[in-house]
């Protein structure tokens, strides 16, 4: 029977409800908890099993070493594997890539809050729903669709290649291609194309918190800037950027883990120099050494705790 309280303050019994369901549904009005617990149980089996346990256990593979000899993995605790990643071949692999997140980063952030302002102060309407549908449409399409197109742009015979040719900017392209570091044969197998892809593919989750936090910027703060005898450029620097940073970081975590991780982007466009997710993927598959490609896998997950923590001081998580 289900006991319902009238107003008035009287009490009401109704009859239970027949059948299978009808009892089911009368439990679990009965005790709330129970459907609480049968809701957030498959959720945290997945997270806590899945998720969280093949972590521990990359963590583990990480702590054991390869036989040089034998190519086997010896199941002894040692820290070895670890010291491997401080050779100059492997901690190569890391600053590269931690330095190609960290300008990613920052250059999305660039192009991506001037996008983000005009969005937030001055798209209203249809206007606004164009700019969702235009930041939001190249995520719709094919990851590697979006690879595989940006590499027949840059490539030598590409569109990019032919337009400064049409503009006789050839000479500017060849100068840019044999600067030491970034250059190389083309666009499309250089450091400089893979960091145009990078931004291109992950501007996108930038754009969105950056705008979400300046929305939140009262309008009338920075009329009363102006008010006050504060310059634009003093506006933007004591006002603005401060309060729209949050969203700025949040949007740096979205650029910077996934740079971070990414090894398809690095295999398709850029140079023969490995990336730390082309490092595990060769060390795991081809080289079978599967302890220090655990180990490289635990460097991103170091990196990106630090980066959080930080970024949480700065109440990123505020503009998620």
Known sequence: ??????????TSILPGRGGFFG????????HPKLLL???LTPPLLWLGIIYIGS???LLLQSFFSIDDFSGLVNYEFTLSTYAQLLSPTNFDIIIRTVVMSALVTIAAAFIAFPIAYYAARYAHGKWKALFYLGVMLPLWSSYLVKIYAWKLILAK??????IFEKLHLSWLLDAIL??????????????????IVFVYIWLPYMILPTQAALERVP???????????A?????FRTVLLPLALPGIVAGSIFTFSLTLGDYIIPQIIGSSRLFIGQAVYAQQGTAGNVPLAAAFSVVPIVIMALYLWLAKKQGAFDAL
Do not use: C, H
Request: net charge negative; proline share 3%.
């Open 178 to 195: 044999n600067l030491p570091v970034i250059g190389g044969n083309s666009l499309s197998v250089s450091y400089l194309g893979t960091f």
């Open 23 to 30: 009892q089911l549904s009368d439990a679990f009005w009965r």
């Open 1 to 10: 029977m289900t006991t319902l309280t009238m107003s008035g303050g009287k």
């Open 219 to 229: 309008g009338n703060l920075i009329e009363a800037s102006a008010d006050l005898g």
């Open 231 to 235: 310059t634009p450029r003093q506006t």
């Open 157 to 162: 015979e590409g569109i990019l290649t032919w």
């Open 37 to 39: 617990f049968l809701m």
């Open 55 to 57: 972590l521990i256990a």
